[in-house]
């Protein structure tokens, strides 16, 4: 099994931050192959920009995409770690979803429709935020987060999006409520991820 994290959180002492370590540590622990892609310090381009365009246009792709989009091919598993901000993810991780997501390795659209070509890769999403959950449910919000950061993209591509996690109020919580969100980000990853291999034996 390879497990790829893609993490964005530019803090050392993040939730964010304590939360990939832990999935990088467990991953470790099952015997599985841990990729991590820590995107602030790759420092990481996020713009999709002319030059890139156009390379992709003509059917080459720049080499920092070409090099995450291997990570990508590779992976059986992987992971989104991010806070969420004004409702959505990090610039950095937009912009990696932007370049690296790219038509003819992602998807493929023509006459006949759209097709999602990275079948068989299933995806985690873990949100923390600062607002409660109760607050995001009342505007249904985090049905919205679920389509617009989950299923909008990755489904769109052909993964699957086994789960969403967000974790509530994490700039006021405990270190005790900190630790209840990680041992229970792992159950959630454990159960998940037995399901989904019981599924695709
Ligand atoms: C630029 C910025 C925008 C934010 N926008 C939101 C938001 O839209 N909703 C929310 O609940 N929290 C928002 N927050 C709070 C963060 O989500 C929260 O501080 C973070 O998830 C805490 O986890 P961390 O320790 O990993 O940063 C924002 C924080 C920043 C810095």
Redesign the pocket.
């Given at each position: 099994m390879k497990h790829l994290i893609i993490y964005a959180?530019p803090?050392e002492?993040?939730?964010?931050?304590?939360?990939n370590q832990a999935l990088v540590h467990e991953s470790v622990q099952r015997g599985w192959e841990v990729e991590m892609r820590d995107l602030y310090a790759l420092n990481f381009d996020p713009v999709l920009g002319a030059d890139d365009l156009a390379q992709l246009k003509s059917g080459s792709t720049p080499i920092s995409i070409h090099t995450e989009q291997k990570f990508i091919r590779e992976a059986d598993v992987i992971s989104f770690v991010?806070?969420?901000?004004?409702?959505?993810f990090?610039a950095i991780m937009k912009g990696y979803i932007d370049r690296v997501l790219a038509h003819g390795f992602a998807f493929k659209a023509d006459a006949n429709g759209v097709k999602g070509l990275l079948k068989e890769k299933r995806v985690y999403l873990y949100?923390?935020?600062?607002?409660s959950l109760e607050?995001?449910e009342q505007k249904g919000l985090l049905e919205a987060f679920r389509k617009t950061q989950g299923g909008e993209i990755f489904e769109f591509c052909g993964m699957e999006v086994v789960d969403q996690q967000f974790?509530?109020q994490?700039?006021v919580a405990s270190e005790d409520k900190i630790q209840f969100h990680i041992d229970q980000a792992l159950t959630g990853f454990e159960s998940a991820t037995r399901i989904a291999s019981t599924k695709s034996a």
């Open positions: 959180h803090s002492n993040s939730f964010s931050n304590r939360l991010y806070p969420l901000w004004w409702a959505g990090p949100t923390s935020m600062g607002n607050q995001y974790f509530p994490i700039p």
